[in-house]
Nanobody, 118 residues
Framework: QVQLVESGGGLVQPGGSLRLSCAAS????????MGWYRQAPGKQRGLVSF???????RYASSVKGRFTISRDNAKNTVYLQMNSLKPEDTAVYYC????????????WGQGTQVTVSS
């Protein structure tokens, strides 16, 4: 079992920045691919970014160049640095841990609200 706790959400003006953190506990953090997803009201949850166990990263086209994902295996934490925020980035952001090897366990955090508004 992996427990994920997100933090760092809040209200920010357009053009501002936030850094989300996701602290993991309960298992070996380094064996999981880690991702950030978001869900806006009335929309499906979608991938924002992920980082593999080896440190490879991928981003949704809508956030590429503005967001940066990173992980600190010593602290069991994954981060999402969000710059140049836009109103359309407003959503609940969820942390995900996915085990690439069998049994492919999949865990979610409870989510943190990000609101971009003037």
């Amino acid at each position: 079992q992996v427990q994920l706790v997100e933090s760092g959400g809040g209200l920010v003006q357009p053009g501002g920045s936030l850094r989300l953190s996701c602290a993991a506990s309960g298992s070996i953090f380094s064996i999981y691919n880690m991702g950030w997803y978001r869900q806006a009201p009335g929309k499906q949850r979608g991938l924002v970014s992920f980082i593999t166990t080896g440190g490879s990263t991928r981003y949704a086209s809508s956030v590429k160049g503005r967001f940066t994902i990173s992980r600190d295996n010593a602290k069991n934490t994954v981060y999402l640095q969000m710059n140049s925020l836009k109103p359309e980035d407003t959503a609940v952001y969820y942390c995900n841990a996915r085990q690439p090897a069998f049994p492919h366990n999949d865990y979610w955090g409870q989510g943190t609200q990000v609101t971009v508004s003037s």
